[in-house]
């Protein structure tokens, strides 16, 4: 079983619809980055969480440690927000170190 | 200064080429990885430096060669690459690998090799 599961796969949304694409993890994590990738290749990250909720313009990210979940919201939805949103959890290793690991990813397409 | 640069953009190379992927940033970040990343999948984790050591080496083949020249350099040395290692090459940095330093983490655009 995948340390970090993302749900949906792929999601199909027209513009102005609200959008909320959901992470559950099942280890105990540092933090939690929500990480958003579009088809040229870089990837940038949007948040990074290890409690309660953070918004920024369109989109809001919530995480809840007791529940292991996390949730990305985008308001008002825009063809520009097509992409694909990765959940990556800060695994805690040995001697202090961390260990980002990714989940599969939501595909988003955004239709005008 | 944010930016994480990865040159080059596109890479074509033989399976006898030696060839290097470079990245640099300028953020003072102690941390610096390499991820592969396939069509449709995660990025895979390949190498992490720390303080310009070699921390973590995701039992990546000896045809990936990584160099860490200084704080502001990573390269990864190419040789004897195979069709299947073809993907995106991921650089990224962080302040630090250790909790007390902070996590925010930055990736380049990436290289896209292609093996011939």
């Known amino acids: 079983k995948n340390e970090v599961e993302q749900s949906p796969q792929n999601l199909t949304a027209q513009e102005g619809e609200f959008i909320t694409i959901n992470c559950s993890y099942s280890v105990g994590i540092s933090a939690l980055h929500w990480l958003q990738q579009h088809p040229g290749g870089g990837i940038v990250s949007l948040f990074m969480l290890s409690s309660g909720k953070k918004k920024h313009g369109r989109l809001i990210a919530t995480i809840n440690i007791q529940e292991k979940h996390s949730s990305l919201h985008i308001t008002a939805s825009h063809p520009r927000d097509s992409a694909v949103y990765i959940c990556?959890?800060?695994?805690?290793?040995?001697?202090?170190?961390?260990?980002?690991?990714f989940g599969k990813g939501t595909k988003l397409t955004v239709n005008p | 200064d944010t930016e994480v640069t990865q040159t080059p953009k596109h890479l074509v190379m033989g399976m006898t080429n030696k060839k290097s992927l470079k990245c640099e940033q300028h953020?003072?970040?102690?941390?610096m990885y390499w991820y592969k990343q396939k069509a449709k999948k995660p990025p895979e984790l390949m190498f992490v430096y720390s303080y310009e050591k070699l921390s973590i080496n995701e039992s990546v083949p000896s045809r990936f060669s990584p160099e860490c020249p200084n704080s502001s350099l990573l390269n990864l040395h190419l040789h004897a690459l195979q069709p299947e290692d073809s993907a995106l090459y991921l650089c990224?940095?962080?302040?630090?690998?250790?909790?007390?330093?902070?996590?925010?983490?930055?990736f380049g655009e990436g290289s896209w090799l292609t093996v011939v």
């Open positions: 990556a959890v800060l695994l805690r290793g040995q001697g202090g170190s961390e260990k980002l690991v």
């Open positions: 953020m003072g970040h102690r941390a």
């Open positions: 990224a940095s962080s302040p630090s690998l250790y909790r007390d330093r902070g996590r925010a983490i930055y």
